[in-house]
């Protein structure tokens, strides 16, 4: 079992940062690829950004291609999502996931956390 907690999430201007936290407890997060979705409200929720295991593989929506980085911390046992240049559109809540491969569909996840809300004013 491994549960997920995001944090980080808030307010920010447009063309600002913030850096997201999913902090992982149960098992170590280099067992699992990880992933951050994101919901909006009215929308479905969609895929942000993939690592693998390694570390060595990484995915990313168009949307947020050259802006948006995530990264793992073997030893905190955290993955990040650094935001840059923040769009309104970029608002939404944001969800960390594990499991097994570093894929765009969400429901290939195991674990989900309870998200945090991200709020880009233009």
């Known amino acids: 079992q491994v549960r997920l907690v995001e944090s980080g999430g808030g307010l920010a201007q447009a063309g600002g940062s913030l850096r997201l936290s999913c902090a992982a407890s149960g098992r170590t997060v280099s067992t699992y690829a990880m992933g951050w979705f994101r919901q909006a409200p009215g929308k479905e929720r969609e895929f942000v950004a993939a690592?693998?295991?390694?570390?060595?593989?990484?995915n990313y929506a168009d949307s947020v291609k050259g802006r948006f980085t995530i990264s793992r911390d073997n030893i905190k046992n955290t993955v990040y999502l650094q935001m840059n240049s923040l769009k309104s559109e970029d608002t939404a809540v944001y969800y960390c996931?594990?499991?097994?491969?570093?894929?765009?569909?969400?429901?290939?996840?195991?674990?989900w956390g309870q998200g945090t809300q991200v709020t880009v004013s233009a």
């Open positions: 690592l693998s295991g390694s570390g060595r593989s990484t």
């Open positions: 996931a594990a499991g097994m491969v570093p894929t765009m569909t969400a429901n290939l996840y195991t674990y």
